[in-house]
């Protein structure tokens, strides 16, 4: 990380929490708050990418982590640091015998399987008494005491994970995933069992979702099986995709304009989906990298035009001398 970078990120960490620690109202504080959520769920995707599978399932372990969250809460009067930890233990315990299955497969059939499984996830929910059916599960609060700060608590707390996430990918354990992307066939001819590597990696990030989901139960207060159906995978596709799946940063950036575009889009009544969609069909369009790729590009060509201008003129002075 170079020394620029390495001051700029501190400051950007403490303007957003600055930003979460004063919103204008509650709209703004809940709209903060689901811009984290939909950065953690997108840095979960973006995590299983890492080593080439796209992980439709997230959906699922989403809201597994919001469910766990709400019945801990709700049935059993658990102490909310507490159900924000089974939540995402929750989901990390389902993902891993998931993962030891259909991690054997690759590609479209992994993505097919992914789809299916939230959805049939879904169907449980709403076919569940214990789970409140369709009418899923209200009154998941967090403390009273924490309620005015809840907004800078989620973006805290997303913060600190997407800090940890960054932190295990410039791991040597981050570095493997990478050359699993590349050629798995190379790194099994070294010794290193590939599939466990994917399952670690694939419960880890489901982890973060549970969590996300136990987030996301707190700040609405209200969860039903609507909530985590695909689209939600899908959310977190275009949150990755709009931002760029390059960089860290790209999760965060794509939610934070797509979670924004969303709630202008509210009022256009029935145009909302149209105006939604045409906005993330524009930015992978015209960002093919996404934003954070986008970004990155513009900076070097200016660097790169400001250093050809100074070796013209150092050129021309050297000729005139």
Not at 51 to 74: D, H, K, P, S, W
Not at 238 to 257: N, R, T
């Amino acid at each position: 990380m170079s020394n620029r970078r390495k001051f700029l990120l501190p400051l950007a960490i403490v303007a957003v929490l600055l930003i979460a620690m004063f919103p204008t109202g509650p709209y703004a504080a809940s709209l903060i708050s689901w811009m984290a959520i939909g950065a953690l769920m997108a840095s979960s995707m973006r995590f299983v990418l890492l080593f080439g599978e796209l992980n439709f399932a997230v959906a699922a372990f989403v809201g597994i982590g919001a469910y766990t969250a709400g019945m801990a809460t709700t049935e059993y009067q658990i102490v909310f640091p507490l159900a924000i930890l089974l939540a995402g233990l929750a989901a990390a315990f389902v993902s891993f015998f998931f993962g030891f299955i259909t991690l054997k497969v690759k590609g479209p059939y992994f993505k097919l399987i992914g789809f299916a499984f939230a959805e049939v996830v879904r169907i449980c929910y709403s076919q569940s008494d214990t789970l409140g059916g369709n009418s899923g599960i209200i009154g998941v609060f967090p403390p009273l005491a924490l309620d005015p700060w809840m907004t800078f608590f989620v973006v805290s707390f997303a913060v600190v994970i997407l800090l940890g996430l960054y932190a295990v990918e410039r791991s040597d354990f981050g570095k493997l995933l990478l050359a699993i992307k590349e050629n798995d066939d190379v790194v099994r001819t070294v010794g290193i069992n590939v599939h466990w590597i994917k399952i670690l990696c694939f419960v880890l990030a489901s982890f973060v979702a549970g969590l996300a989901g136990s987030l996301q139960a707190f700040v609405n207060n209200v969860i039903s099986p609507a909530d985590f159906g695909f689209m939600l995978s899908v959310f977190a596709l275009a949150y990755l995709k709009v931002g760029g799946e390059d960089s860290p940063l790209g999760p965060v950036a794509g939610s934070i304009v797509l979670v924004g575009l969303g709630s202008i889009a509210l009022t256009f009544g029935a145009g909302e989906h149209i105006f939604y969609g045409a906005a993330i069909a524009l930015a992978v369009l015209f960002f093919p990298k996404g934003m954070i790729g986008f970004a990155k590009d513009t900076v070097g060509k200016w660097r790169d035009r400001g250093a050809t201008n100074t070796t013209a003129v150092a050129a021309t002075q050297k000729g005139e001398a």
